[in-house]
């Protein structure tokens, strides 16, 4: 007998598990599916051809949270249930089903994105009036023609494409509204100010191209992707409260001069304010990389404040920023990426020791800079890093370095001479091309001698007998004969010191 109660129960749960599995199995073909940020499932696409969908309230045991972008876009549903436990709805989310008239959505909802039900049926079902408004609380879209507009009270999510192209100057925006959608104010070219008072975010694209927008005082907790990209009358924004910043932000906001980033950001996307016309700014504690582009063709910019504790400088990150003359450059500091100061106005630059690394082309035409002092942690100096510096003429090279790439002091005609440091390996094809160097002495620890190193200086390479690159600094001197070089043996590096200092006082002598 308990044997058979035994294999009847054994027998229901297998069953039981039967169907759940094909529950879940239904349910895996018909949706595909990925596991959000916040503990939640994203549906990312439909993949059934059921007209009628239910959408599940689990999947993997886990909530369905949000249904992403473009989910259903062009499908063929006529009608859809949403379940409970669902908060988002993303952008193009139901986009073109022609089909589509109804869909629940339930209170749990909270954020609607740009254009979710944009071309079907179901979007004329929300009316035509001035504000429509979808369980109360979302703003879905905005219809009327006010110059002047007021967002109902208890408001907590703008739609995206909410109010697009609209010619409104004024939005008061009440503190009850959390999200700002994307797109949500784009291209509104009448609007001259905006007042966000207690934001958790704003999206991307949010209030790109408003042209005539003067003033923003911005309290938001995530300013999303070219949030307001192109406002070229932008010159007066307060932020507060805000953690983290997209990229492009403040792309081509070029009226904006001053800005001061809050003590509570912590993380800043790509090419934030490349473009515009920032003059000055302090970076915030709580960032601790430059990114790539941030400041990148920012010509007016004359000051940024680092602090101990950034640790990287991405790549372009300063490039073009013509009218930066200074910039110190804080201790802890270990990358600075390629390009990263690419035809900048500095004068002067001291690399701290803590920096391991720098990308090609890092200082490239930097023409006004006269005096540069590398980093003790640094190996090599990298392919092209002072190309182009017509105006450098003091440089440090600490000892560490054992490889100087190609062409990474090319074209540098007030360069008159360098110390060579002991422990050098490798000098490669033109990475003194074209300099003033008048002498240098090639040290003995160098293994690998390019015969174009110094070409077109015409200078004078001295050696001793030591040198391990003797031969193949001979055959430069060959190969460039009555051209280039001129070979000089000596016994020391002391004999050479003294034959430099002779040349560089002769030649003072003759400027007098």
Known sequence: MKNIKLCYALAAVVIIATIAFVIADKYSCTFEYRHNENGGITITEYTGNNKSVTIPDTLDGIPVTEIGYAAFSHSQVTDVVIPDTVKIIGGSAF???????????????????????????????LGEDEFVIINDSILYKYNGESDVVTIPEGITCIGGYGFYKNNLTEVIIPD?????????????????????????????????????????????????????????????????????????????????????????????GNAVFKESGLVETDIPKGITEINTDTFKDC?????????????????????????????????????????????????????????????????MKCTSLSKVRLSKGMSVIPHSCF?????????????????IKVNAFQNTPELKTVDLPDGLKILELNCFYNSGIWAVFI????????????????????????????QQVCDASQHYLNADYTLKQVSSRAEADAYIKEISEMDSNNKI
């Open 176 to 268: 009850s509204v959390r999200y700002i959608e994307s797109q949500a104010f784009a291209e509104c070219k009448s609007l001259k100010s905006v007042t966000v008072s207690s934001a958790e975010y704003i999206g991307d694209v949010a209030f790109l191209g408003c042209t005539s927008l003067e003033t923003a005082d911005i309290n938001a907790r995530e300013i999303d992707s070219s949030a307001f990209s192109g406002c070229t009358s932008l010159c007066d924004i307060s932020l507060k409260g805000t953690c983290t910043m997209g990229s492009s932000v403040f792309y081509k906001c070029v009226s904006l001069k001053k800005i001061t980033l809050p003590d509570s950001l912590v993380s800043m």
């Open 95 to 125: 986009y073109r089903c022609k089909q589509l008239s109804v869909i629940d959505i339930p209170k749990s909802v909270e954020r609607i994105g740009a254009m979710p039900f944009w071309a079907t049926p179901f979007e004329k079902t």
């Open 387 to 403: 190309d182009g510096c017509a105006a450098l003429s003091e440089l440090i090279i600490p000892d560490g370095v054992t490889e």
């Open 299 to 363: 010509t007016s910019l004359s000051r940024v404040g680092l602090h101990s504790g950034i640790t990287a400088i991405r790549e372009s990150s300063f490039s073009g920023c013509t009218s930066l003359t200074e910039i110190t450059l804080p201790e802890g500091l270990t990358f600075i990426g390629e390009t990263a100061f690419y035809n900048c106005g500095l004068t002067s630059i001291t690399i701290p020791d803590s920096v391991t690394e720098v990308g090609f082309n890092a200082f």
């Open 443 to 470: 040290p003995d620890s160098v293994e690998k001698f390019n015969r174009q190193a110094f070409l077109g200086s015409g200078c004078t390479l001295m050696y001793t007998e030591n040198c391990k690159a003797y």
